[in-house]
């Protein structure tokens, strides 16, 4: 059974920050990785997806990079503002039998942070 | 693109009583999927449809739950007999099941408080 760990549960930074979130995950047959932020009681927006095959994606302030053989992925935010305030998920998608790829994510429990001025 | 609706965004309700939520995906998708949230933790799958067949179903959508999407269009998500348990945030996602990156998009959550 998959799964996930992120670390740490909760971060408070000074704006102006860079920061890295961690991810773990146990079993590495995964077909992508998705990085999602929450506002508290919204729903969830997509940041990042890093496919099995990549190793990194960027957006903006945001790097996403995957090392699925050891079962890690980190999001690394350059210059953090208080508007990052929110809580950070990372979720995988299983690589079912045959290359095909069924839509049950894994999520971990989040990581919060909180950006001061 | 309208995004990933759902509606109502917050229901509170009597134990015991029935409710239903609905989802609306983006229009292209033909994926649809199901998850629940409570306090403090990540979201868990319920259940996925790819048009109009349901496909999998979690082992935490007991028999008072029933999700349909009769047109392989929007989808609801019926409890019945509602328990104080069943307090959370129920999420919609949907995808493109075609060649793809298989990226989920969100709606804003229906969240339901048992009383």
């Known amino acids: 059974k998959q799964e996930v760990t992120q670390i740490p549960a909760a971060l408070s930074v000074p704006e102006g920050e860079n920061l890295v979130l961690n991810c773990s995950f146990t079993?590495?047959?995964?077909?992508?990785l998705q990085w999602f932020r929450q506002d508290p009681g919204k729903g969830l927006t997509s940041l990042l997806l890093i496919q099995s095959s990549q190793r990194e994606q960027t957006s903006g302030r945001l790097n996403a990079s995957l090392d699925k053989s050891s079962g890690r992925s980190t999001l690394y935010i350059a210059a953090s503002q208080p508007g990052d305030s929110a809580t950070y998920l990372c979720?995988?998608?299983?690589?079912?039998?045959?290359?095909?790829?069924?839509?049950?994510?894994?999520f971990g429990q989040g990581t919060i942070l909180t950006v001061h001025p | 693109d309208t995004g990933v609706s759902q509606d109502p965004r917050h229901k509170i309700t009597k134990r015991g009583q029935n409710v239903t939520f609905r989802c609306d995906p983006i229009s292209e998708h033909n994926r649809l999927y199901w998850y629940r949230q409570t306090l403090g933790q990540g979201p868990e799958f319920l259940t996925y449809f790819q048009n109009e067949a349901q496909l999998e179903k979690s082992r935490l959508l007991s028999d008072r739950f029933s999700a349909e999407r009769p047109k392989g269009s929007f989808s609801t998500l019926e409890i019945q007999r509602t328990e104080q348990g069943d307090s959370a945030m129920y999420l919609c996602?949907?995808?493109?099941?075609?060649?793809?990156?298989?990226?989920?998009?969100f709606g804003e959550g229906s969240r339901l408080t048992v009383l």
């Open positions: 979720a995988v998608r299983p690589s079912g039998a045959g290359g095909t790829s069924y839509g049950k994510l894994t």
């Open positions: 996602a949907s995808s493109w099941g075609g060649t793809n990156t298989g990226e989920l998009f």
């Open positions: 079993d590495s047959a995964i077909y992508n």
